[in-house]
């Protein structure tokens, strides 16, 4: 390009505004289009066999009464599909990292409880099912591997007999004896360990897809729900030994992914090997059992923190060993967060020493797959670790934090793992949080309701969020934008927006930076023969990246119209504007262009163009963006604790964030919404039970209880707008923070209610069963 | 599979089919009629995605078999307005982004419709009770709340009653 992007919009209408989403319309009328609305001629559908057992040697498979019964149309095991299949590796995380062996049905044996073992395919999903019920298997069962720590150090009880070994992956203790000595002269050193149970995604929408193969033609038509078509098709191109261009895969609406639904999966591979040999489209719809048993699963982890204070309170080092149990077959690679949790555990606290080790497990339970801020078990154990430590040091855990916690003034400042924080506000978050819950104010109704036997607490979570991590193929992203011949503008982007409002958000960015009406701005994703090759939507990267591209392929639309206009009315283009649509001569609108006309001579009248301009109206403009775009709030919840019944009331819920410059702030905070709901949902009713034989016992969303709208509270937002300075329209990623902070703040809150007893909390989940048996034991201990 | 005849009154169309007995409301709906604003989400009667009003009350269609619905007058989320248009439960909706993923509002929608035809001027706590039979996984339900009470109070020219069929039939 000619000239250097302007460092602000033309006319910003739409950037900074809550617009209401483009979205809405068709999903509130039954309109939106989600995989199992996809219809194509002469369509089957899919149903699974699974392992009713958590490890054992397959006996007998017997699939001939299956395959006898009127409707079916196939059978497939593991001898009829598994041969097909070649190379099997993520994008994100590369060939060479490490996988569990794969297959896409059980062989020999089974590893999990909803283990795939056979597909039956049938003229309806109501005749699938049916067959199903025929197929018969026998085993000869195995001991569950279920415990990590255990199963790291265990090579004769082993998830996967070709590996040899439980661990998946593995960061090994490093010699630090800077770390060891500031534990040896601190004055203060505690040691805990603090866990998270296992969580599960839950989009409303579970998996699916179909997929054809047409024979004829060797192509492979794929409708996904997915948060990534270009993953699916690259993923499959290399699975299945065909080149990518024999492949186009689609997604429409989406409804929710969380992490579940980036990349490719047992059942998906299974039905691809199927439409393969079969030749026919085949659909498979996800039921709920089986999204609760087998999709996958997330956190199920723990972290043993030691923490050394000096005298005045300030952290003079943390060391961490982290365990993962990243189930049987995990995605990505070895389904492990714990590079991240590492780079983040000293979070917004100027701890200069960290020591950190992790091994993630394989057990023989649901594979993990991540979820919405899928390393932030360096949150959960940072935060309720401030708290059990302030309490400990007889500080307020608020003190506490303010003693530690980075400020501007210590801007630009590098963790000891050399991340830089360039335009974070812990501190000021912080104390927009407490001013906005009137902290003080809550002490003392805590200290009154104690006196009255009442148990109010009040917990606080501060967090810096790695948003837009631009590592490999995260590292950038693209749009095209297009301004056909009748002068509206379409948008085509690598994004998979799923309940993001991108379609909103992107449209708002172009209608800025190319000037136009947002109404003329149409967005378009989801489908790899139209949209260029991206990375898709997930790690708080849309704003940042997604937006980064959208805003220059705006940009040198906006500069190329201005320079066809130039010559055509021979005015200088820095005397021209655009607005509306319409390309001026600033202080004299009578002398004007719509970009309907700069749109015609652009691809009819060429002769008119500037000599030796290439005609058309168009850019694509891939965007590579900053390592790191931080982002960072504080959350600030209040409790009362029913200690005769273990029940936990939420009274308030607070978050101050900083996101940057807010695109939508509707969006912002529907975004902190739901991201906090989950992590409320994850410590006070969501656990996906195993019993002793590797067995689940959630399996309907009567036991596994996502919250509703009677147990949420109201959540209040404060905002601290900082610009990035890493990207030109100063955005901060900001998808997964909600679910990020909102974990240790309820379980600060809650043993900040309990503390009274002498009850310390450093276990999740804290239903009515757990927080009374807290209490029962405190108890118990005192009598 | 032997199958029975069932005949539906879908949105003020009338519908004909031969249908497994054992085959659901949520289905026939879907695949008979091809309405499939109808979501199903979990296929057990808790989510509520499938939730559509019969005879005017809100029912999951999942739990329910198309033959049990012979003769009924069903109305789903396509109906609730004239096509293209928002009745003022979807606009409020809009206005307070009730939705994210929109996987679960169809449900939502439908099931506002009978509550606030029941009771017109709910109180904060009885619209989250009124809710608690709807999962959603995306907005905390903090704009779907909202919408309810915009919807109750009457802001923006919303009627005070939500109707229960098309805004024609609403007006009838």
Redesign the interface.
């Known amino acids: 390009m000619s000239t250097a992007a302007p460092a602000t919009p033309t006319a910003a209408r739409f950037i900074g505004t809550s617009v209401?989403?483009r979205?809405?319309?068709?999903?509130?009328?039954?309109?939106?289009?989600?995989i199992?609305?996809v219809v194509v001629p002469g369509l089957l559908h899919a149903a699974f066999v699974r392992s009713d057992l958590a490890r054992g040697r397959i006996t007998r498979l017997d699939v001939e009464a299956a395959r006898e019964l009127e409707g079916v149309r196939a059978v497939y095991t593991a001898a009829d599909l598994n041969g097909g299949q070649h190379e099997y590796w993520q994008t994100m995380v590369g060939r060479d990292a490490p996988y569990p062996p794969f297959r896409a049905l059980a062989d020999g044996d089974v590893r999990y409880v909803g283990e795939p073992i056979a597909i039956v395919v049938a003229d309806t999903r109501?005749i699938a099912e049916d067959g199903c019920e025929l197929v018969e298997v026998d085993y000869d069962p195995l001991p569950p591997v279920l415990d990590p720590h255990v199963a790291a150090d265990d090579t004769e009880q082993v998830v996967h007999p070709e590996l040899g070994t439980n661990v998946a992956s593995e960061i090994p203790a490093m010699p630090n004896p800077d770390l060891e000595a500031a534990f040896a002269s601190a004055a203060h050193v505690f040691e805990e360990t603090i866990s998270q149970h296992r969580h599960l995604q839950?989009?409303?929408?579970?998996r699916g897809l179909v997929a054809h193969w047409d024979p004829g033609a060797r192509t492979l038509r794929i409708w996904a729900s997915t948060q990534s078509p270009h993953e699916y098709r690259a993923f499959f191109a290399r699975y299945l030994a065909i080149p990518e261009n024999c492949i186009r895969v689609t997604m429409d609406?989406?409804?929710?992914g969380?992490g579940q639904k980036v990349f490719a999966m047992r059942e998906d591979m299974t039905v691809v090997l199927a439409t393969r040999k079969l030749g026919r489209p085949i659909k498979w719809i996800e039921?709920?059992r089986e999204n609760l048993v087998a999709a996958s699963s997330a956190r199920a982890e723990d972290v043993r923190v030691r923490m050394a204070v000096d005298a005045e309170g300030r952290i003079q080092a943390v060391d961490v060993e982290h365990t993962e149990d990243v189930g049987s077959y995990p995605v990505p690679g070895p389904g492990s967060s714990a590079a991240f949790t590492a780079m983040m555990f000293t979070g917004p606290y100027k701890i200069p020493r960290l020591g950190f080790r992790n091994r993630a497990v394989f057990t023989n339970t649901n594979g993990r797959a991540p979820y919405r801020g899928p390393w932030m078990m360096e949150t959960v154990g940072r935060e309720i670790m401030m708290d059990l430590v302030a309490r400990e040091l007889g500080l307020d855990p608020a003190e506490f934090r303010l003693r530690n916690i980075v400020r501007s003034e210590d801007l630009p400042f590098t963790t000891p793992t050399m991340m830089v924080y360039d335009s974070v506000t812990p501190h000021e978050t912080l104390l927009q949080a407490v001013d906005l819950v009137d902290y003080e104010a809550f002490r003392a109704e805590q200290e009154r309701a104690r006196a009255e036997g009442r148990y109010l607490g009040i917990g606080i979570s501060v967090y810096v969020e790695p948003s837009s991590m631009g590592f490999g193929l995260m590292s950038q992203e693209v749009a095209t934008v297009r301004v056909d011949s009748s002068g509206k503008v379409q948008l085509i982007m690598g994004t998979a927006s799923?309940?993001?409002?991108l379609e909103t958000t992107m449209a708002q960015i172009v209608a800025d930076h190319l000037g136009v009406d947002i109404d003329d701005v149409v967005f378009i994703q989801g489908d790899t023969d139209i949209a260029p090759y991206n990375a898709g939507t997930g790690g708080s990267r849309s704003a940042v990246y997604s937006g980064g591209a959208a805003r220059e392929a705006s940009v040198r639309v906006h500069e190329k119209a201005i320079e066809i206009v130039a010559h055509a009315m021979e005015a200088a283009p820095e005397d021209l504007e655009i607005d509306g649509g319409v390309i001026s001569v600033r202080g004299t609108p009578s002398r004007s262009m719509t970009l309907r006309e700069v749109a015609e001579l652009a691809y009819v009248g060429t002769d008119s163009l500037p000599p030796g301009m290439e005609p058309g109206l168009e850019a694509t403009a891939r965007y590579k963006g900053p390592r790191f775009t931080w982002s960072n709030a504080a959350h600030i919840c209040t409790v009362e604790v029913d200690v005769a019944t273990g029940h936990v009331t939420i009274l308030r819920y607070v978050v101050s964030e900083d996101c940057g410059v807010m695109i939508n702030p509707?969006?912002v905070?529907?975004q902190i919404?739901?991201?906090?709901?989950?992590g409320i949902g994850g410590v006070l009713y969501e656990h996906m039970i195993y019993d002793d034989n590797g067995n689940p016992l959630t399996t309907?969303?009567?036991d596994y209880l996502?919250p509703?709208?009677?147990?949420?509270p109201?959540?209040e937002h404060g905002h601290i707008e900082t610009p990035a300075p890493g990207n030109p329209g100063g955005y901060k990623g900001m998808g997964e923070g909600?679910a990020i902070g909102s974990p240790p703040a309820v379980v600060n809150a809650v043993a900040d209610a309990l503390a009274p007893l002498g009850i310390r909390v450093t276990n999740q989940p804290l239903g009515p069963n757990d927080v009374f048996a807290l209490v029962e034991a405190a108890r118990a201990a005192t009598t | 599979m032997n199958e029975v005849p069932v005949t539906v009154t879908v949105n003020d169309e009338r519908y004909r089919a031969f249908v497994e007995p054992r085959k659901t409301l949520a289905d026939f709906l879907r695949e008979d009629c091809v309405l499939t604003g109808t979501h199903l989400g979990c296929e057990h009667g808790v989510c509520g995605a499938c939730t559509v009003l019969i005879d005017g009350d809100a029912v999951r269609s999942c739990l329910m078999f198309a033959v049990q619905a012979d003769g009924a007058e069903v109305v789903t989320i396509e109906g609730l307005a004239p096509p293209g248009e928002l009745g003022p439960v979807q606009e409020a909706f809009r206005e307070e982004h009730g939705l994210q993923c929109g996987f679960c509002t169809p449900g939502f929608v439908v099931s506002v419709h009978a509550f606030l035809a029941a009771n017109p001027r709910p109180s904060r706590t009885e619209i989250r009770e009124a809710l608690s039979g709807n999962l959603c996984r995306c907005t905390g339900y903090q704009g779907i709340v909202r919408a309810v009470e915009r919807v109750a109070a009457g802001i923006a020219g919303a009627p005070t009653a939500a109707p229960t069929a098309t805004g024609d039939e609403a007006a009838s």
């Open positions: 209401k989403r979205e809405d319309r068709r999903m509130l009328t039954g309109h939106g289009h989600y199992d609305d109501y839950v989009p409303m929408e579970t609406d989406v409804g929710g969380f039921d709920r799923h309940g993001q409002s509707m969006v905070d529907g919404d739901g991201g906090v709901v989950q309907t969303f009567l996502v509703t709208a009677a147990e949420v109201d959540i909600g």
